[in-house]
């Protein structure tokens, strides 16, 4: 039954009466699998945008261009006017979440999580170090909430009029306080992939219908984790949330779960129902853009990427590469280019590939090309030896 993993219903059955226990080893081909079952990556999907940004538990959304590219790849007939409706009508967000990045979120899911995520986010400022000094946290916050009360503004803005109110400190440190401090959403444009280079941000208590919940759902937020990511470890949900709180959840959680072990014996946990297809569950050949969250979603990321490429993901100013998926795993690296209306796609493989698997992302590197480029005159997709 397509959804479960490849048991008999007598044994589902017996697993289902005692969730909570160890039951069996999932091999990492098994674990991708699954994965990508649940990050729409094993068929393209005809869902909302909406329906598919929860799905998913965001993406990242560093760069404003990604999250296009990451939902093209995982629906069936997605257009970028679908990515920017949503953004106008204000049921999709562009805020500051897991692991104190932007991330598409489900206005919803911003406005449940928010306040969930705040003790990852004030632990971030420590990275801050000296350049901290004199500044006063609980002061800046209402400082920042005031200037933002004329209407949007980007960080250049608010930082200068803050140093206007704090001339002693620091005014990168300033901004920063006021991105992981005060809950702000990125204002949309008319620009093609939904906001400029520089974008304005304004109080997410006056952007949306009802603002950031009091409590937090630290029990709800893994749920929902392993729903979009799962099978995981205590460490895997540390790694995609940045919340050090993630293990005493799972054991609050552990019995109504089920509980597998790796090929390494760390313990993962699921929803009992949640989708684990077979080993030999077809994966088509799939483009991921720049940050996409499935590769940073666990600490242990080898049920996508192995451990012997995970360097080249990262470049030495800490972007993450577009990576592309053959037989479900990353297999290299992608970009592209546009110039003279010819749109060029050039694939980076980690290790020589077969020449099916050349044919095959080939007519899948056009598809995105036309995607990426519509304009284009001429599409081409070279593969480095």
């Known amino acids: 039954m397509r959804g479960r993993d490849d048991r008999g219903p007598a044994d589902n059955e017996n697993r289902a009466r005692h969730p909570g226990r160890v039951a069996d080893t999932l091999s990492v081909r098994a674990l991708n699998r699954a994965t990508l079952a649940r990050q729409l990556l094993l068929a393209r999907h005809p869902l909302p945008v909406t329906e598919a940004v929860e799905r998913l ?31 106008h009508d204000r049921s999709v967000v562009r805020a500051t979440m897991m692991r104190a990045t932007l991330h598409l979120m489900t206005a919803a899911d911003y406005t449940a999580f928010r306040t969930t995520l705040q003790p990852m986010l004030d632990n971030a400022l420590r990275v801050l170090g000296d350049r901290a000094k004199g500044m006063n946290v609980t002061k800046v916050i209402p400082e920042a909430r005031a200037v933002l009360e004329a209407g949007p503004l980007t960080f250049n803005e608010i930082r200068a009029l803050l140093r206007e109110r704090f001339p002693d400190v620091n005014d990168r440190a300033l901004g920063y306080a006021v991105r992981l401090c005060v809950p702000l959403v990125m204002v949309p444009t008319d620009d093609r992939w939904g906001f400029p280079r520089t974008s304005r941000f304004t109080p997410a208590d006056r952007w949306l219908p009802s603002p ?63 989708p684990r297809p077979g080993e030999d569950a077809p994966a088509p050949p799939r483009f991921l853009p720049e940050f996409d969250s499935l590769v940073l979603a666990h600490a242990d990321r080898r049920r996508v990427i192995a451990d012997a ?48 698997a050349i044919g095959e992302l080939t007519r899948e590197g056009e598809s995105l090309l036309r995607f990426i480029e519509p304009n284009a005159r001429e599409t081409v997709v070279t593969v480095d030896e």
């Open 57 to 87: 538990f965001g993406l990242q959304a560093q760069e404003p261009k990604p999250p296009y590219v990451g939902l093209w790849t995982r629906l069936d007939g997605f257009r970028a006017a679908d990515l920017n409706s949503a953004l």
């Open 309 to 356: 490429h995970r360097p080249a993901l990262t470049t030495k100013n800490l972007r993450v590469r577009a990576v592309f998926l053959w037989d479900g795993f990353a297999r290299g690296t992608w970009e592209t280019e546009y110039k003279r209306k010819v749109a060029t796609l050039r694939l980076r493989p980690f290790e020589p590939l077969p020449r099916s």
């Open 212 to 274: 950031p919940a009091d409590e937090p759902a630290l029990d709800e937020l893994v749920l929902r984790y392993l729903a979009a990511y799962g099978p995981a470890s205590a460490a895997d949900a540390q790694a995609w949330s940045g919340l050090t709180e993630t293990k005493d959840a799972l054991e609050r959680l552990r019995p109504r779960l089920r509980v597998f072990a790796d090929d390494r014996g760390k313990e993962l946990f699921d929803l009992p129902d949640a």
